[in-house]
């Protein structure tokens, strides 16, 4: 049976994967009220890739992770344990944006996008290289 999975489902998967490291995990902007170190989930980009009479047979997911901390080093250091707990998942990072001081919160932001690519026939995420 061909499973379809939505980026509501690709977010609530993405939350409870990163909530596995300790820090924070967030669905929206943090605040001055927010608790750092924090990871902010971005929307989930999905883009139908292969279909078969009109039904979706594989999707590619793309994720953008905000890495929030109080110094640039930690920032990086949670970008790469989101990589270690995302690659669980066959979900692999493409791109990593320059490190920005927010000066709202008074913290650094590491932003980091992953893709991955969704097989609805084996239910099953799948290397994008």
Known sequence: MISDFTEK?????LYDKLSEIGDEVSLKTPTTESIFPCRTIQNPLMNINKTNDAIPLR???QISIEH?????RECMDMANKSDLKLRELNILRTNTSPIIFDEITKKYKLICTYEVRYNALTNSFEYIR
């Not at 489902?9 to 998967?13: C, I, K």
């Not at 929030?68 to 640039?72: G, T, V």
Request: hydrophobic share 45%.
């Open 9 to 13: 489902e690709m977010s609530d998967l």
């Open 59 to 61: 999707k590619i997911f």
């Open 68 to 72: 929030w901390n109080e110094m640039q």
